[in-house]
Nanobody
C-alpha cells in the first residue's frame, strides 16, 4: 500500500485548507485510515481517523469541530478538511493506514505511512 499526501500550504490563521491522501496498491487490506501530525521537536500526534469502509469518525480533542475526515470512495482518497486554523496547527501532516480496525491514538497500529505534507499557519 502506498499513501501520498497533498494539499499542504502556508495560510493565515482562521483560514481553511484541505489535505488529501491518495491510497494505491492492495487497499483491500486496509481497515483504518487516519491523519497524524508532527510539529518540530514534538511527537507524532493523532488528528483524525475513520474506518476504511466508512462510518464512524473520531478526532483529537484539539481539532474537534474544526477538522473533518472523509473518504472519496471513487478515488481511493481520504481528505482532511481543516477550518479555523490556528498557529498551533502548524506541523507536518501524515496519512497513515492500518490493517486492523482501531480507534487508537497511538502510531503503533499503523502499518503504512505517507511522506507528509507541511501545513504552516501564520498569526
Amino acid at each position: 500500500v502506498q499513501l501520498v499526501e497533498s494539499g499542504g500550504a502556508l495560510v493565515q490563521a482562521a483560514a481553511s485548507l484541505r489535505l488529501s491522501c491518495a491510497a494505491s496498491g492492495h487497499t483491500f487490506r486496509l481497515s483504518t485510515i487516519a491523519w497524524f501530525r508532527q510539529a518540530p521537536a514534538n511527537e507524532r500526534d493523532f488528528v483524525a481517523g475513520m474506518y476504511w469502509s466508512g462510518g464512524s469518525t473520531y478526532y483529537a480533542d484539539s481539532v474537534k469541530g474544526r477538522f473533518t475526515i472523509s473518504r472519496d470512495n471513487a478515488k481511493n482518497t481520504v481528505n482532511l478538511q481543516m477550518s479555523s486554523l490556528k498557529p498551533e496547527d502548524t506541523a507536518v501532516y501524515y496519512c497513515a493506514a492500518s490493517r486492523v480496525s482501531t480507534t487508537s491514538y497511538s502510531t503503533a497500529p499503523y502499518d503504512y505511512w505517507g511522506q507528509g505534507t507541511q501545513v504552516t499557519v501564520s498569526s
